[in-house]
C-alpha cells in the first residue's frame, strides 16, 4: 500500500496544471495565502510551504506588496540558469564539488560553472570536471577563465538571475553577486590561538607569495600577526617561491627552522604542503610535536592520512548555504566560521 503524498504536494500539483493548462495568464498574480486557505480548507503554514514550492520550482514570483506572480516563459529561462564561480584547489575542490551538486540535485537550477584558479587550465583537471558532471544532467562547465571577471562579456551569461561565487576570495565586493566564503579572518586567529594552547612560542606562517589583492590571504595573516603582537610571541612568514624549490628542498626548510629555533608551531595555507616541514624536522632530529607543531588548511583526505592537524572551512555547510542563497535570491555575503580538527603534529605528550 503506498502512502499518500502531503497536503501541500497535492495542491502544489493542482496548482501547477492550472498553470500548465493556461489557467492564468503570464505576469499575473495567482492565489494568496489566505485564498489557498479557503479554496483547499488547509491551515496558513499548509499555504505558505505551496507557495514556497512553487516558487523554489519557478512557477511563481513572491513579491512583498504585489502578490504572487506568475513567471512567464522567457523569464523562466533566465531565472533556471545560476552561474558558479569556483576556485579549482585541486586539494579540497572534487569533495566539495560533489557536495555542492549534491544539494543543488533537490532543486530545478541548470548550472552553469566557471572553474578559474591556478589549476583550471589543466586539460586534466577538465576531464575530471567532464567525468564528475556527466551524473548531474544540466550542469556545464564553462572554458576555464584566468580572471574572473571575463565571463561578464559573455551575452550567454548576463542575462542569467543567479551568479554566485563559492570560495573565491580575490574578487570580492568588485562584481556585484552573492558570495558564499569561509571566514579566513576567524581561520587566522583561531589557529593562532589554538598554536598559543599547544604551549607553542613562535609562530611561522608558510604560505604563497603575498598579494593584498588576495583578501583571504591578507585577513588569515594580518589575524595571525596581529595576535603574535598582542601576546609578545615571535611571528615570521615564509612565502612559497613560485618555482616550488621550498615544496621541494627539506634543507631550505630545515635551515629556516634552525634560524627560528624550536617550539615553532608552522601555519600552512593548504594541507598537502605540511607534508615537506614534517619530513625536514624529522630529519633534523626535531620531535612533532614536541619541538615543532604542523597545522594545515582545509582538512583535506591528505591531512587525515599523514594525522595532521588541520583548518575545517566546512565544505558541506558551504555548498548547503550556496543553494540557499541562491534560493533567497539575495546578494549578501556568507561567511562561514572554520574549525580546528586536532591530530597528532600538534597533540603534545602529557
Known amino acids: 500500500m503506498t502512502s ?30 489566505r485564498e489557498i486557505c479557503e479554496k483547499f480548507g488547509v ?20 513579491e512583498k506588496g504585489r502578490g504572487n506572480i506568475l ?23 572534487a569533495p566539495f564539488l560533489h557536495q555542492l551538486l549534491r544539494y543543488f540535485e533537490l532543486t530545478h537550477y541548470q548550472l552553469l560553472i566557471f572553474p578559474f584558479g591556478p589549476f583550471s587550465e589543466k586539460k586534466t583537471l577538465q576531464k575530471k570536471w567532464e567525468m564528475v558532471l556527466k551524473a548531474r544532467p544540466g550542469a556545464y562547465v564553462i572554458n576555464a577563465q584566468k580572471e574572473a571577471p571575463l565571463f561578464l562579456l559573455d551575452n550567454e551569461v548576463k542575462n542569467t538571475a543567479s551568479i554566485i561565487f563559492t570560495l573565491n576570495y580575490e574578487h570580492a565586493e568588485k562584481i556585484p ?16 590561538n589554538y598554536a598559543d594552547s599547544c604551549g607553542y612560542e613562535n609562530i611561522l606562517c608558510y604560505t604563497n607569495p603575498l598579494d593584498k589583492s588576495n583578501t583571504g590571504q591578507t585577513a588569515r595573516i594580518d589575524a595571525i600577526r596581529s595576535f603574535c603582537k598582542q601576546r609578545r610571541k615571535s611571528f615570521s612568514i615564509l612565502e612559497r617561491e613560485k618555482n616550488l624549490q621550498y615544496d621541494n628542498n627539506p634543507e631550505m626548510i630545515a635551515d629556516t627552522l634552525e634560524k ?7 601555519l600552512c595555507d593548504y594541507d598537502a604542503r605540511c607534508e615537506v616541514f614534517l ?49 533567497k535570491g539575495t546578494n549578501n555575503t556568507v561567511l562561514i566560521a572554520p574549525s580546528i580538527v586536532e591530530r597528532s603534529t600538534t597533540r603534545r605528550r602529557t
Open 279 to 327: 619530513n625536514a624536522a624529522r630529519k633534523h632530529g626535531w620531535r612533532v610535536p614536541e619541538d615543532l607543531g604542523v597545522i594545515g588548511y582545509f582538512n583535506t583526505p591528505t591531512s587525515q592520512a599523514y594525522g595532521i592537524t588541520s583548518v575545517d572551512v566546512h565544505s558541506d555547510e558551504i555548498a548547503r548555504t550556496t543553494v540557499e542563497v541562491l534560493q
Open 43 to 62: 491551515s496558513r503554514t499548509t499555504a505558505i510551504r505551496v507557495l514556497n514550492e512553487l516558487q523554489k520550482e519557478n512557477f511563481v514570483r513572491r
Open 177 to 192: 553577486a552573492a558570495y558564499v566564503l569561509t571566514d579566513y579572518e576567524k581561520g587566522g586567529l583561531m589557529t593562532a
Open 71 to 93: 513567471i512567464s516563459s522567457d523569464e523562466k529561462k533566465v531565472t533556471n540558469t545560476v552561474c558558479l564561480m569556483l576556485r579549482t584547489e585541486r586539494h579540497f575542490y
Open 260 to 266: 627560528i629555533g624550536k617550539n615553532v608551531a608552522v
Open 4 to 33: 499518500r503524498p502531503p497536503k501541500y504536494h497535492e495542491i502544489k500539483e493542482t496548482i501547477k496544471q492550472g498553470i500548465l493548462s493556461g489557467q492564468w495568464s503570464e505576469g499575473v498574480t495567482i492565489y494568496s495565502e
